[in-house]
């Protein structure tokens, strides 16, 4: 199946700092979602990015289809952005396959 | 709104007995799917169905078994359930034909003791 990777697996940031988070994937890939899961468990929808880039407040997504990755921004940092954040890809299937995730601890 | 609520959010049961988790989703998604979450292995695809009738094992799919009778439903049952089965399980759907976004239910908690 299709292996998933994301980098760095701990991030540790100062309130207000920038940050990104990358996902590679090893196939061609229809679908790529990120995920946040917060301190209680909940998956949050982020980003549905199966090329191209979006923006949705202080994060953006990137995904370079053609060269198998995917780049998440987080700026100016809040302690609320703390938690779990997963990368998420289809390939030829209906099956997301998952990464092990990048955990994020925002300082105050 | 659309959703897809999953119960019961915590439970706590014996080792044997069977259990059964329920998934409900408002979406009239095609595809459901679940999936178990333990430290260390990240989100592991259980079981997932295209349509009703149909089902369909995953990469973790021994001592779970689903049933699709309807589009609405996915119930995830544990036929005797072990402690390695103690884990947080969520619940997923999507549209045809796959390549849309999918969305996650709350997660349940199992602990088996």
């Known amino acids: 199946g299709i292996q998933v990777e994301q980098s760095p697996p701990d991030l540790i940031l100062q309130e207000g700092a920038n940050s990104t988070l990358r996902c590679n994937f090893s196939d061609s890939v229809n679908n790529l979602q990120w995920f946040h899961q917060n301190p209680w468990g909940q998956l949050i929808n982020l980003f549905y990015?199966?090329?191209g880039t979006k923006q949705n407040g202080r994060l953006s997504a990137t995904t370079v289809a053609t060269e198998r990755y995917s780049l998440l921004y987080i700026s100016s940092s809040q302690t609320t952005d703390s938690g779990v954040y997963f990368c998420?890809?289809?390939?030829?299937?209906?099956?997301?396959?998952f990464g092990a995730g990048t955990t994020v601890t925002v300082r105050a | 709104d659309a959703e897809i609520t999953q119960s019961p959010r915590h439970k706590i049961t014996e080792t044997g007995r069977q259990v059964t988790l329920a998934c409900h989703q408002t979406w009239n998604h095609n595809n459901m799917f679940w999936y178990r979450q333990d430290l260390g292995h990240g989100l592991r695809l259980i079981h997932y169905s295209y349509g009703v009738q149909d089902t369909n094992k995953g990469e973790v799919s021994d001592g779970y078994s689903v049933s699709r009778s309807n589009t609405e439903d996915l119930p995830l049952t544990l036929e005797s359930a072990a402690s390695s089965q103690t884990s947080v399980y969520f619940c997923?759907?999507?549209?045809?034909?796959?390549?849309?976004?999918?969305?996650f239910g709350q997660g349940t908690r199992l602990t088996v003791v």
């Open positions: 997923a759907s999507s549209d045809l034909p796959g390549v849309t976004e999918a969305f």
């Open positions: 998420a890809v289809k390939a030829n299937d209906y099956k997301l396959s």
């Open positions: 990015i199966p090329s």
